[in-house]
C-alpha cells in the first residue's frame, strides 16, 4: 500500500492541472497552434538532396575558412603579445 502512495499522489496531480489546463482553455490552443504549425508545414518548400549537399558544404567551408582564420589570428597575437613581454 504504502509504494501505491506516491503513484496515487501524481495521478491525483496529474489528473488536476490537466483538468485547470482544459478550464482554462489552454488545451484548446495549444491543440490549435499544433494544426496552425502542421497547415503552415505543409505549405514550405523544402530542398531537394542536391541543394541540401550543397548548402551543407557552404557550412562545412565556411566554419574551416573561419577555424583557420581564428588559428592565424591567435597565433599572430600570440606573437606579438610574448614580443612585448619577452
Known sequence: MKELLPLVIWVVILGAV???LWWQ???MRFSNYVQATKEELRKCTWPSVDELKGS???V???IVLLGFFTVVVDLAITLVVRQITG
Open 18 to 20: 490537466f483538468a485547470f
Open 25 to 27: 482553455g489552454y488545451l
Open 56 to 58: 551543407t558544404m557552404v
Open 60 to 62: 562545412v567551408v565556411a
